[in-house]
């Protein structure tokens, strides 16, 4: 039996158009994933694009797959298929998403996105004609950040993508109600009240406002006292751990480019294996560097593994030998172009549904 889960991640503030100079629809294949970036008129009539793509948006979504691939040594059983577009949004919405849930035999759940399964599992799950493992859109009314700084009053693209795909990879709740029903996530099995009872327990009674444990590394889950569906008990708690990627909103002006290292020691105990050494970060390894050059990266720049460099745009610095063939280099970083768009807060909602049936 095949679940689907809706997402929907939202904002409010002052709506700015994204600029102009867009790329039509793209592909992009990385070490686990095939994404459609589906252009203006392209998809099915629920997530059919309405703009294209610019090489900056591009090169950032790029950029956020290589994050999440460099973050786990689990060998998917294929690569994760997906479709990410601009979409008629209702008026306040950043972005949404609709992700594939399937049961599935674990210890203490019943149930997971089909990324968990493919990926973590390394078990694969076969797609019915026009499905996709997840579907995310954008709102394009509201500019994004793709450069690598983010200015005061814009929101950070890669940020924002890396938390939807977040979302997939493990960090979400069934309970989007106020109830837990017949299902249960990995995430769900790992949330533990005040004695010791987990969701589904007969001891668990679920209550709005209450703090909940999840994991064995000190996060707690976030849980208002008005249940907001979707947000309430599907993402970290920013008074536990400040730092956390799956906070339930991001600011202006602020970066989220990494699982935090609770959060990492959180996917561990889901079952994921992380690598030792992720750089989260572009690299120049392999770039035939002579006295000078300039390159375009969206991240910091790793330098041998061991240096990183994150400047100002436009700034020019000498580093250390990238190949120990010189002394040092002239290395000139250009940082991505970054509109000044108001964006304000996101909200990740979730509403399961039964296949077949959208809501």
């Not at 989260?280 to 002579?290: E, F, K, L």
Request: a negative charge; one cysteine or more; charged letters at 20%.
């Amino acid at each position: 039996m095949k679940l689907t889960l809706s997402i929907l991640s939202c904002l409010t503030g002052l709506s700015t158009l994204a600029p102009m100079g867009w790329a039509a629809t793209h592909e992009i294949t990385t070490k686990n994933f095939h994404i459609t970036l589906l252009g203006n008129g392209d998809g099915p009539a629920d997530w059919m694009g309405t703009r294209d793509w610019s090489d900056d948006q591009i090169a950032a979504v790029t950029t956020t797959l290589n994050i999440w691939d460099d973050t786990f040594r689990n060998t998917a059983s294929r690569k994760i298929e997906a479709t990410i577009s601009w979409g008629a949004l209702e008026e306040g919405v950043l972005a949404g998403s609709f992700s594939n849930y399937v049961e599935y035999d674990g210890e203490n759940y019943n149930a997971a996105t089909s990324t968990e399964v493919i990926w973590k599992e390394g078990e694969d799950v076969v797609l019915e004609e026009g499905e996709m493992d997840f579907r995310l859109q954008f709102n394009p009314v509201y500019g994004f950040s793709t450069g690598n700084t983010t200015p005061q009053n814009a929101t950070d693209f890669i940020s924002v993508l890396l938390h939807e795909i977040g979302h997939n990879v493990g960090f979400n709740s069934l309970n989007d109600t106020g109830t837990y029903g017949e299902y249960y996530t990995i995430w769900d099995s790992l949330i533990t009240d005040a004695q010791g009872n987990h969701p589904g327990d007969a001891g668990f009674n679920y209550q709005t406002g209450v703090s909940y444990t999840i994991g064995s590394g000190g996060l707690t889950v976030y849980n208002p006292f008005v249940f907001a569906p979707g947000s309430s008990m599907s993402h970290v708690d920013a008074a536990s751990d400040p730092n956390a990627l799956m906070q339930y909103s991001i600011g202006e002006g602020i970066q989220r480019r990494n699982p935090s290292d609770q959060e990492k020691a959180l996917l561990a105990e889901m079952g994921w294996v992380l690598k030792d050494d992720p750089t989260y970060y572009a690299s120049v390894d392999g770039a035939s560097i002579t006295d000078q050059i300039d390159l375009n990266f969206f991240t910091s720049v790793l330098v041998n593994r061991n240096m990183t460099i994150d400047p100002g745009e436009g700034a020019t610095i000498v580093l250390p030998s990238l190949r120990g063939d010189k002394a040092e280099y002239n290395v000139t970083i250009h940082c991505g172009e970054s509109a000044d768009r108001q964006s304000l807060q996101h909200r990740h909602g979730l509403h399961l549904r039964r296949r077949g049936h959208r809501q």
